[in-house]
Every structure is written in C-alpha cells, then in structure tokens.
C-alpha cells in the first residue's frame, strides 16, 4: 500500500473532552503542547442525540486561541447557522451531508462566509453520497465512531472509505479522521490515507498533553513513511 498523498500530519484535539471550567487554560495546553488546529464540536440535540455548545462558545474560544479553529458542526441545519459560526471566528465549518440542508448551497455559503469547507461522513454513509462535491471542499471528514460522545471505540471498517477517496476518488485535499483516535488506532489510519486526526480523550486523558501529541505524530508519520 502507498500513502498517495504529500500532507502534512495535522493532529486536532478536540475540546469536547476537555475540563469546560477551565477552557482558555485547556486551549493553552494543547497549543503549547504542540496541536495544529482546535476541533469544536458543536451538537443541536436534534441531528445527534447530544448537546454540547454553540456560537458563542467558539467565540470565546476564537478569542484565547492562535491556532486554527476547526469547527464541525453537528447540526440539522448547516445552512441556516453558518453565518453564526463564521462571525464567532471558525476557520473551517465541517458539515454532515446526512444534515437537512442541502449540500450544494451549503458549500457555498460556508465558502462566501470566507471559511474554509469540510464535508463529512457517518459510519453509515457511503463515499458515492458525497463524490458529486469533492471538487467543491477542502476536506473530508470520515467519522470512525458514529458522532455524538467522545470516548468512543474506533471503527476500522470505515478505513475503506479513506482509501476509496485517495485511490478511487484522487482526492488529493485534507482528510481528517474523528473518533477513537489513539497512539494504537492512528497508524492505520494513516496508513489509509488520512492526514487530519482528532483526538480528544486520547489527549485530554493524558497525563502529558505535549507527550501524546508528539506520541500520535511520530505513529502517524512512521506510518507514511512505512507504506
Ligand atoms: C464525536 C465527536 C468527536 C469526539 C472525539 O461526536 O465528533 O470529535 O469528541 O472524541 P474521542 O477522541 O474521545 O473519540
Ligand atoms: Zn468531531
């Protein structure tokens, strides 16, 4: 197997997993420790059976953060609060194509707002549903657990989806991989072509935030340079 692409690894912890009483000192730890973008998980309680935060919470988080913040929203309508998300400052909006809104107007209304565009995955969503579009986003999100909870074991069946969008697909952008990523789960997917890993329990639940990112970046890296 060869990993077909020239990315660099970016490693995304994600907030969701983080002490929320304490979230600028929280931010400062994983920037400090070595983290390429900030993962926000927003959930309306309607599109996943969870609520976490919403607008201005990214906010407050654009406001101590320097890195980018890498926003996916879990939301029946992408469309409808792109534009809340970008005045709180999101850097790249993520959206579910199993979301309410259409896709199309979607994209380019997250890309008028002037962000960047992700679209993304559920376990159960075949590559096909979003192939009419990879043309028109800057990444693609394949979840690995089906969203809503952090803490969730990795599904290393959808791997294939990774490898049928770099070989089938020629996807050649940013493709990030969300949940169950850990030092024991990075390298396959890496190995399949992912680039963008979000880790949150594996991160916050470290003992040395610094240590496990520099931990998941030399597991993902070997793993490039393995295939
Ligand atoms: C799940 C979220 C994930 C989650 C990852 O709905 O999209 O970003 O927080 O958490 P871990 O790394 O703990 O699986
Ligand atoms: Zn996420």
Known sequence: MTVSHDLPVRIAPSLLACDFSRIADE?????EGGADWLHLDVMDGHFVPNISFGPPVVEAIHRVATIPLDVHIMIDRPLEYAEAFAKAG???????????????????KIRGLGMKVGITINPGTAVDDIAPFL???DMVLVMSVWPGFGGQSFMPEVLDKIRQLRDVHGFARDI????????ETIAQAAAAGANVFVAGTAIYGAPDVAVRISELRAEASA?????
């Not at 931010?27 to 920037?31: F, G, L, T």
């Not at 999101?90 to 199993?98: K, Q």
């Not at 990030?176 to 030092?183: L, N, Q, V």
């Not at 793993?223 to 295939?227: D, E, F, K, P, V």
């Open 27 to 31: 931010v400062r730890r994983v920037e």
């Open 90 to 108: 999101s850097d790249i909006l993520t959206f579910h194509i199993e979301a309410k809104d259409d896709a199309g107007p979607t994209i380019e």
């Open 135 to 137: 043309t028109e986003v």
């Open 176 to 183: 990030e991989i969300d949940g169950g990523i850990a030092p």
């Open 223 to 227: 793993a490039y340079a393995r295939s």
